[in-house]
């Protein structure tokens, strides 16, 4: 499926202010016009990428990398039927056609459209109107207008290559946007999920906005958050006493395992290590090494802890759930806080312990062992 996106920026953008047009003006770090391009160039199922420009901008659009240039009309639609044009030399199956000053563009609007033209000829993305609408004149109210089935429109508006093609060769007079060229044609429509910060640049003010909310998406996708899970079980064997979370508990049984077999703290720790992609304990601390026989189990953990940070991470929380019919841990479960806490450097409010029972269930219904459950946040700094 070839998908082309043409990228319509050959306007003045008066209203905008500034001695630039607004595609030109920058944003951000960069101009509108990049902006809008590398929402389509990124896309992966878009397969080619057109721009239309206005022929003085000729030295300004070429500071952009791959994307096509074509030089476009004096009216909206005239610079649409040149994008058009320019592609039938090797016509793509679909178009999506963008107005540049929308730089705000997600996957989510551009994927919406795509696939609602598995079944229709043309799709555009839309909000409903929300707010009462009035008829004015002279600043002053003169009737009000139901907002009933009223849609706010916003791009890209896709089609099927051809029926947009021949729509445009056919249609004569300025049109607002391609959805009227469509059904002048006799093409139906889908109504896809518009974006509220799919804005349009139309105003001084719009500068600002749109600034604002590009640097807030850039730390968003900055901001690189990983999550782990672990899983640990020990039988019982004879004993005075049960290692949970670090915290020394007298039992009648002790559990069984090559180090102090303190389940909760290795499901942390393979937590932490899952959310790295660094394996499991028994890779960085195999049982078959004698030197490990009955280490205490802060070992692995702080080493867990050592490698988030050299992997340029933060630990930001950690949550353990023991399951067990006996000992109860509810008595304990703040000192085993506190130990965690102390071991990987955390506030006491980000460690979390708690206990449940299987209800009789299995293993550790009939009281043979303990299971652990853990999960990690990291967050990259």
Wanted: glycine share 10%; proline share 4%.
């Amino acid at each position: 499926m070839e998908i082309a996106a043409l990228i319509v920026a050959a306007g003045r953008g008066t209203r905008a202010g500034a001695d630039l047009p607004k595609q030109w003006r920058r944003v951000a770090g960069a101009t509108v016009a990049q902006h809008s391009v590398a929402a389509f160039r990124g896309h992966p199922r878009v397969t080619r990428c057109l721009l239309v420009i206005h022929p003085d901008d000729e030295a300004l659009a070429r500071k952009i990398e791959g994307v096509e240039l074509v030089h476009g009309g004096a009216t909206r639609d005239a610079s649409v039927r040149a994008g058009l044009e320019a592609l039938t030399g090797h016509a793509p199956d679909q178009v999506l056609i963008h107005d540049v000053a929308r730089p705000m563009v997600s996957a989510d609007v551009i994927n919406g459209v795509i696939d609602a033209l598995v079944t229709s000829p043309g799709a555009a993305p839309a909000l409903p109107v929300t707010d009462a609408l009035w008829h004015g004149a002279d600043g002053v109210v003169t009737g009000t207008q139901s907002r009933e089935g009223l849609f706010r429109a916003q791009t890209p508006q896709g089609f099927h290559f051809e029926p947009i093609l021949a729509a445009h060769r056919a249609y004569t007079g300025g049109a607002a946007d391609d959805v009227e060229v469509a059904r002048m044609a006799g093409l139906d429509v889908a109504i896809t999920m518009g974006d509220e910060n799919n804005l349009k640049i139309t105003t001084p003010g719009d500068f600002a906005r749109a600034d604002r909310l590009i640097r807030d998406k850039a730390k968003e996708l900055a901001m690189d958050i990983r999550m782990g899970n672990g899983f640990d079980v020990h039988a019982f064997e004879d004993g005075d006493h049960v290692i949970l979370c670090g915290v020394r508990i007298p039992h009648d049984r002790a559990l069984k395992g090559h180090s102090d077999a303190d389940v909760g703290m290795h499901a942390l720790t393979d937590a932490i290590y899952g959310a790295l992609a660094e394996g499991d304990i028994g890779q960085h601390f195999p049982p078959s090494d004698p030197q490990w026989k009955g280490a205490e189990s802060h070992i692995f953990l702080r080493h867990a802890v050592e490698l988030v940070a050299s992997h340029g991470f933060r630990l930001s929380n950690a949550d353990v759930t023991l399951i067990c019919e006996h000992p109860k841990i509810g008595p304990h479960a703040d000192a085993m806080r506190a130990e965690l806490a102390k071991i990987m450097g955390l506030d006491v409010d980000r460690v979390s312990v708690k206990a449940t029972t299987s209800e009789r269930l299995g293993f550790t219904g009939r009281s043979e062992g303990i299971a652990s459950l853990a999960s990690a946040t990291l967050i990259k700094d």
